[in-house]
């Protein structure tokens, strides 16, 4: 990723359908290729004169554990891992058409979405990438969970992330240092699927939430390990929080040039650092914003 490179859309329409994790409902999401400049916006086909909602951090809903967007009364939920896909390929420009409220849960990864985009190819179109370099260091977050993004010297998005999970527990400390190229997305970081130790999956199904999701389509863990369910890798629990952080950077609506190290941020964090690098960005520069 550089400063020269270029929009990609995909080369034809691809399509996923699925399950919500959250609702149940079925959905098929049409990823349809879009002209430069037209960012990621998310088309409700299913509501009268499909509205639409713009992948943007000022549009994220403060909804718990996922990263759900609303505009004018429309939302759209559990973008992250669709994002992170587009994201990690490198597609800036695409209509997401999807005919329900909620995105498919899948495996729980990205790799559905990246496999339905690598089957129709990607095109790069006439117009540079937007581009934001982190030029001095912002920290969100408490002792607790925090996130760190510092300036680099080369042209790379290097992110680092510590998971603290459950010290005593099935999953614990995990840690991952990554530089960010659409093949290392691809290979180290899609397959990664969402996990939940068995204890909050107990809870959300008393909440009547994820009651039709089973233990082979996302990761639970019981104290002896993933239930039904082998790992894809041994850190695979870390790889997809960096999966998240990934497509949270992406409501940003441009690639970074950066370093970004977390320890243990979530959805609403990764949001929160993305704003105050809007900001920052904004206040740098604001004759012509980088960032626009
Ligand atoms: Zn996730």
Redesign the pocket.
């Given at each position: 990723m550089s400063h020269g490179s270029l929009q990609r859309t995909l080369a034809s329409p691809a399509v996923v359908a699925g399950r919500g994790y959250w609702s149940g409902r079925k959905v098929t999401v049409t990823l349809r290729p879009a002209p430069a400049n037209h960012g990621i916006i998310f088309v409700r086909t299913d509501l009268p004169g499909q509205p639409t909602v713009a992948l943007d951090v000022h549009a994220r809903a403060d909804i718990p554990r996922r990263t759900c967007l609303h505009a004018g009364g429309v939302r759209v939920d559990m973008v992250?891992?669709l994002v992170a896909a587009l994201s990690g390929l490198g597609i800036d420009q695409c209509s997401v058409e999807l005919d329900s409220q909620e995105m498919p849960g899948c495996d729980g990864s990205s790799q559905w979405f990246v496999e339905a985009i690598l089957d129709v190819g990607i095109v790069s179109l006439d117009a540079p990438r937007s581009v934001g370099r982190v030029d001095k260091v912002i920290r969100v977050g408490d002792d607790h969970a925090w996130l760190e993004a510092r300036p680099v010297a080369n042209d790379r998005l290097c992110l680092r992330y510590e998971l603290s999970f459950d010290e005593a527990g099935p999953i614990g400390d995990q840690y991952l240092e990554y530089q960010h190229s659409y093949d290392a997305f691809r290979r180290e970081l899609a397959p990664a699927r969402?996990f939940l130790l068995e204890s909050e999956a107990k809870l959300l199904r008393s909440q009547g939430l994820g009651k039709d999701v089973s233990t082979s389509e996302l990761l639970v863990f019981s104290a002896a390990g993933p239930i039904d369910n082998p790992l894809r890798f041994v850190d695979e629990c870390v790889r997809?929080k960096m999966?998240?952080l990934l497509g949270d950077l992406a409501l940003a609506g441009c690639d970074w040039i950066g370093e970004i190290v977390s320890f243990r941020s979530g959805h609403r964090l990764n949001a929160q650092l993305v704003k105050a690098l809007l900001a920052s960005d904004q206040h740098r520069n604001q004759q012509h914003n980088a960032c626009a």
């Open positions: 992250e891992h969402t997809h999966l998240d």
